[in-house]
């Protein structure tokens, strides 16, 4: 992974020192975050709940927010992208057993996402298409457990209602692809149309009185697609 990092580190590196023809676009429009998520087993809640063990995982819902992009063309074929939205929230629930649907929590998170995007040359100013590499950053932040794993914990003994539950999610680095076009509507307007799949990966936490009785890692790797308008100048 790490050499998968310096190699579009160099990428952008390379595509930035091109040549510029300092044309700036900015699209705007809706952009989604469709998790394709996996994640290990809530094995003390198995235990604990005597469910089957390796019965559970976590699921992670898709949102759909305001997004807006930002693009400096470079020369005729390279551009670079910036991705970045309002705030997306997800709830965060338990998938498979006698427990599936119970509402762990929610959180929201900002994933600013950087590409060196190459646009092909189709002989049509009208059409286009590109692909784009490059790197995502999520943050998470606003974590919050739900009431109904509070109480949950509560009936099954775990916690008493004294005790402060906590949800922590870690940020996350990862690898972003890009495939898209852009269709020409007018001198500086276009529509934009845009679908990404990213590597989103955490370890989720579940604390009672600042220590940790559950942790698990969750892959969210979502596809991100964006339909928006875009003005160029």
Do not use: C
Not at 45 to 71: R, Y
Not at 141 to 168: I, M, P, Y
Request: hydrophobic letters at 45%; charged letters at 15%.
């Amino acid at each position: 992974m790490k050499t998968s990092y310096k190699t579009i580190a160099s990428l952008l590196l390379a595509v930035s020192a091109a040549p510029a023809l300092a044309n700036w676009s900015v699209n705007v429009g809706a952009i989604s975050v469709a998790p394709k998520d996996s994640s290990g087993h809530l094995n003390v809640v198995e235990t604990v709940a005597g469910l089957p063990a390796n019965s559970t995982e976590v699921s992670v819902n898709t949102n759909t927010q305001l997004g807006i992009t930002i693009d400096y063309q470079l020369n005729k074929n390279w551009t670079l992208e910036l991705i970045a939205a309002t705030p997306f929230s997800h709830d965060l629930k338990v998938k498979g057993s006698a427990i599936d649907g119970l509402a762990l929590g929610s959180t929201k998170h900002l994933p600013p996402t950087l590409l060196a995007q190459y646009h092909f040359d189709l002989g049509d100013s009208r059409f286009d298409p590109f692909v784009g590499l490059g790197l995502n950053y999520t943050n998470f932040f606003q974590e919050d457990v739900s009431g109904e794993l509070v109480s949950t914990l509560q009936a099954l003994e775990v916690t008493d209602a004294n005790d402060k539950v906590e949800l922590k999610l870690k940020d996350s680095w990862g690898l972003a692809m890009q495939a898209g076009v852009n269709m020409k509507l007018a001198d500086n307007w276009s529509a934009h149309l845009m679908l990404s799949k990213m590597d989103i990966d955490t370890t989720g936490r579940v604390l009672v009185n600042n220590t940790t009785i559950q942790s698990v890692d969750v892959s969210i790797d979502p596809y991100v697609w964006m339909i928006g308008a875009r003005y160029s100048f």
